[in-house]
């Protein structure tokens, strides 16, 4: 079982409570979401392994045997600009150690552009039954979220 960690400290708030249907409905994955502090944070890695997919506003991470973790902070914070609050502390193609800070990002900022700052946590290509039952309600940056199986 691949422990999955919380990537922000927050509120664990469930899949159904991001405002996009394609990560509401599960279509991008099994997961849960966290409604993040809207303080100063840093993201961190969910999993030990390689960023695959690196952005200022989203990153997967792929454990050595393929599972693929995808962190997404905000909704539609890819138009926000990399100076509004997003600082990248790691490269694309790194070895990465679950809890390892990725980006240091302000989710007041996103609130503060009209965006919610909801971030998805999805396990990539996976069945909705391959994950534990996520934690609700307070999570703090690196806790067990949910296992993968």
Same mark, same amino acid.
């Given at each position: ?9 927050? %509120?664990?708030?469930?899949? *159904?409570?991001? =405002? ?11 997961? #849960? $979401? ?11 890695? =969910?999993? #030990?392994?390689?960023?695959? *997919?690196?952005?200022?506003? $989203?990153?997967?991470?792929? *454990? $050595? ?11 539609? #914070? ?28 302000? =989710?007041?900022?996103? %609130?503060?552009?009209?965006? *919610? ?16 039952? =996520? ?15």
């Amino acid at each position: 079982m691949l422990a999955v960690l919380a990537p922000v400290t927050g %509120v664990a708030v469930g899949l *159904s409570r991001v =405002p996009d249907p394609m990560f509401a409905q599960g279509l991008v994955g099994p997961g #849960t $979401a966290i409604d993040p502090r809207k303080e100063v944070q840093e993201a961190v890695a =969910p999993i #030990t392994g390689r960023i695959v *997919s690196f952005h200022p506003h $989203a990153f997967v991470v792929q *454990s $050595a045997d393929g599972k693929g973790v995808l962190v997404h902070l905000g909704m539609n #914070t890819v138009r926000l600009p990399l100076i509004r609050g997003f600082e990248l502390l790691a490269d694309q193609g790194d070895e990465v150690t679950a809890g390892q800070p990725l980006i240091r990002w302000n =989710p007041a900022e996103v %609130v503060a552009s009209g965006i *919610s700052p909801i971030v998805p946590i999805v396990a990539l290509d996976a069945d909705g039954d391959v994950i534990s039952r =996520p934690v609700s309600g307070e999570v703090k940056r690196g806790e067990l979220l949910f296992r993968w199986a």
